[in-house]
């Protein structure tokens, strides 16, 4: 599984999540515990610098052009790319860079921690965090009507370059490409910010005038970073302090390069859990558009022998977050396999890490369910080349 997920491991969660955008259903006032309080909320805050320049690119016709230009840029330490508008080269030059109070020894350690635990973070990430986001309803209904929505196969593709780029051991190193992804990633929420507003069929549904503010992006964080902390620790998997502040570190960093502000950014894993408490757990509730995209995200299984009955999937959701989604989405019941699942997950658990002499009869089902059910999601990206992330120009039709 090692190599499979070094590369693979956050496809499905990533792009649901950080490609997605959510908002709280209420205001938030900075978490007791983040880094620095500001009197101003983050879902009062957007991008004072990529969203404009965004706009201008996008009404100037310079997309297609930047596109083009940046397919080239990939690693860190590549040169910027040419041929682009001086204004946006400039805008690149700043922001390319992490912060200083990026701790390069914590995010080493945080690579090496996914990969180590590659196999429990893409089924947390993928059956976890990307059929969690359907349920935030000002994110399903964002993904569904901005351009990606209209193919979430293509989507995942093309963001699971954010989730491989992340996991990677020189990530952050000059010869990784994390850096790059997340600026990158940053433009193409800055493009949404400016697009979406203009699609008639989001305006009809949205309770927002502007997606995507710095709370949306934290929301998305404790999707995935937060929720997955949780589930370590709820599955009693070895999970030691220094993994722990390397994990987060790593979502503090990567955060940061969207565009948060660094004050709002939880300092510990116990600020990030009350700063959840406030802005994701309230929030979690049914749509129209989150369950047409949880049913077309699963529905995808019939495309690949995942060697388990769609039943089983279900039951899976159902386990990793709870039968109150499973009934939001209308995912049918199988109480065979939700029997099988309560019982041979934490055995297959119990015998991977060592605790238990006695391998479980569905080890191997297990093992090749969570192989097929990456593939399904990364067929696209399976030549080993990631997906370019480009910037849309329009949204999703009717």
């Keep these: 599984m090692e190599n499979l997920s070094r590369r693979k491991a956050l496809s499905l969660g990533v792009a649901l999540g950080l490609v997605g955008v959510a908002n709280p259903a209420r205001a938030w006032a900075a978490a007791p515990g983040a880094q620095g ?3 101003t909320g983050p879902e009062w805050i957007w991008d004072s610098a990529a969203d404009p320049l965004m706009a201008k690119m996008i009404t100037g016709g310079h997309v297609p052009a930047i596109n083009t230009a940046w ?3 990939v690693n860190n330490n590549d040169p910027l790319p040419s041929g682009v508008p001086a204004e946006f080269n400039a805008y690149l030059r700043q922001v390319n860079v992490l912060p200083s109070w990026a701790d390069r020894a914590k995010l080493a350690r945080a690579a090496d921690f996914n990969r180590r635990r590659d196999t429990y973070l893409f089924m947390l990430y993928g059956l976890g965090s990307g059929i969690m986001s359907t349920v935030i309803p000002r994110e399903a209904k964002s993904v569904y009507w901005s351009a990606g929505g209209a193919d979430m196969q293509d989507r995942a593709a093309k963001t699971f370059t954010f ?8 990530a952050f190193e000059p010869t990784g490409q994390f850096v790059v992804t997340a600026n990158k990633t ?3 929420h800055a493009a949404v910010r400016h697009l979406l507003p203009q699609s008639p ?3 009809a549904v949205a309770d927002e005038t502007i997606p995507i503010s710095a709370a949306d992006i934290l929301v998305t964080f404790h999707s995935l970073g937060t929720y997955v902390h949780r589930k370590l620790l709820d599955w009693r998997i070895p999970y030691p302090a220094a993994d722990q502040e390397a994990f987060l570190h790593s979502w503090q960093v990567a955060v940061h390069l969207l565009g948060v502000p660094y004050e709002h950014i939880p300092k510990t894993w116990a600020a990030a859990e009350r700063q959840a408490a406030q802005m994701l757990d309230p929030i979690l509730t049914p749509s129209t558009e989150g369950i047409a995209l949880a049913e077309e995200l699963l529905g995808l299984t019939a ?7 769609r039943g089983f999937l279900n039951e899976f959701v159902r386990y990793v977050l709870s039968d109150d989604v499973g009934d939001w989405l209308g995912l049918k019941r199988d109480y065979a396999s939700a029997a099988l699942v309560r019982t041979a997950w934490p ?3 119990l015998f991977r ?3 238990s002499p006695v391998m479980p009869g569905t080890f191997y089902m297990f093992d090749q369910f969570v192989r097929a059910l990456a593939m399904l999601f990364l067929n696209k990206g399976s030549s080993g080349k990631t997906t370019p992330i480009t910037i849309p120009t329009g949204n999703r039709a009717a």
């Design 71 to 73: 397919a080239s840029w």
């Design 37 to 39: 309080a500001a009197a």
């Design 201 to 203: 069929h989001w305006r």
């Design 303 to 309: 495309q690949i022998d995942l060697g388990v009955t």
């Design 186 to 188: 940053r433009v193409v």
């Design 163 to 170: 989730g491989y780029d992340l996991a990677e051991l020189g």
């Design 347 to 349: 055995a297959f658990i």
């Design 353 to 355: 890490e060592g605790l």
